[in-house]
């Protein structure tokens, strides 16, 4: 069985930073994929960053250049750096890791808002 905890949401102003950080059960080797993605109300659910086991790092195109997906492998930790951030990145934030083949595993969600 697999927990995902995230934690390090919030509320911050426009042109703010806020951390996201994610805690895996197991060594996060195990998993093909790590990422966080998001749900803004009346939104559907979209990836917003992610990485492979080998390091390969991807972006949605809004946030390339504000986000930062990193993973710490002593912590079992996949971490989000937002940066620069806006109004319209408030969503509730999920962190996902997928087993081999193709299982994700979801955490509970974290609340982003960004505003004044």
């Known amino acids: 069985q697999v927990q995902l905890v995230e934690s390090g949401g919030g509320l911050v102003q426009p042109g703010g930073s806020l951390r996201l950080s994610c805690a895996a059960s197991r060594n996060i080797f195990v998993f093909d994929a790590l990422g966080w993605y998001r749900q803004a109300p009346g939104k559907q659910r979209e990836l917003v960053a992610s990485i492979t086991r080998g390091g390969t790092t991807n972006y949605v195109d809004s946030v390339k250049g504000r986000f930062t997906i990193s993973r710490d492998i002593a912590k079992n930790t996949v971490n989000l750096q937002m940066n620069s951030l806006k109004p319209e990145d408030t969503a509730v934030y999920y962190c996902?890791?997928?087993?081999?083949?193709?299982?994700?595993?979801w955490g509970q969600g974290t609340q982003v808002t960004v505003s004044s």
């Open positions: 996902n890791a997928e087993l081999p083949p193709r299982d994700p595993h």
